[in-house]
């Protein structure tokens, strides 16, 4: 069976630039998350969709962060415009059903470095 | 709030040696789940175990064991006879609140084992 897809697995950017990472999470999952991963913060929630729906944002730093569900099959997280402290690896993550906490299942990660 | 501490940064002993990881949770809440994942050098996040608050028994699972204690809040995991493939970013992460904030993550304990 296919796992989380991220895509791209790395990127690297300008400041100012417009980035987009892409997640498919996988079939049958209701629930999706965008973490970061920094050195010094370690992990971080950034976001999380039930049935498509955005649930909790409060881990979004700030405006320029945004998130997407379309369909229960595509997420996408844009950065617009991006800084040099948005360096970080992206996760995407899905699960099926929240109340038996079941396991997250992580994609390899975006690799993101903002020059 | 919920806070999960994992004080050993980085730990480095020689193949076949026992390791210990520590993992310390703090939670109001009386009902909850504590993983352990692994992210090998490759970058991708591999899940190990899942443990629910109720349920204190430890588990191996080959050459892996996991000590849950309530009293001290502590989910120690423990590799024995260590090998050079363990070596890995591992982190320890709390789930409580009816999972509503996700996962929280330690900072993770970087293993090496030496040859």
């Known amino acids: 069976d296919a796992g989380v897809i991220q895509s791209p697995r790395h990127e690297v950017t300008e400041m100012g630039q417009e980035v987009t990472l892409r997640c498919k999470p996988i079939?049958?999952?209701?629930?999706l998350f965008w973490y970061r991963q920094t050195m010094m913060r370690g992990l971080e929630l950034l976001i999380y969709?039930?049935?498509?729906?955005?649930?909790?944002d409060s881990g979004m730093p700030e405006d320029r962060f945004s998130a997407k569900m379309p369909n229960a099959s595509f997420s996408t997280l844009k950065i617009q415009p991006s800084e040099p402290r948005d360096s970080a690896v992206y996760f995407c993550?899905?699960?099926?059903?929240?109340?038996?906490?079941?396991?997250?299942?992580f994609g390899e990660g975006s690799r993101l470095t903002v020059l | 709030a919920q806070k999960v501490t994992q004080a050993q940064t980085e730990i480095s002993v020689v193949e076949k040696e026992d390791v210990t990881l520590d993992c310390v949770y703090e939670?109001?809440?009386?009902?909850?789940?504590l993983f352990w994942y692994k992210q090998p050098p490759s970058g991708e996040l591999v899940f190990l175990i899942r443990?629910?608050?109720?349920?204190?028994q430890n588990e191996i699972s080959g050459r892996y064991s996991w000590n849950f204690q309530k009293s001290t809040s502590s989910f120690n995991f423990t590799i024995t006879a260590s090998q050079v493939v363990d070596s890995a970013v591992y982190f320890c992460?709390?789930?409580?609140?009816?999972?509503?904030?996700?996962?929280?993550f330690g900072k993770g304990t970087h293993l090496i084992i030496q040859p």
């Open positions: 079939s049958g999952h209701d629930y």
């Open positions: 969709f039930n049935n498509n729906v955005p649930i909790d």
């Open positions: 992460a709390l789930e409580s609140g009816g999972g509503a904030d996700g996962l929280t």
């Open positions: 939670t109001r809440d009386t009902t909850y789940y």
């Open positions: 993550a899905s699960s099926k059903g929240r109340d038996v906490t079941g396991e997250l299942f």
């Open positions: 443990r629910n608050s109720f349920d204190e």
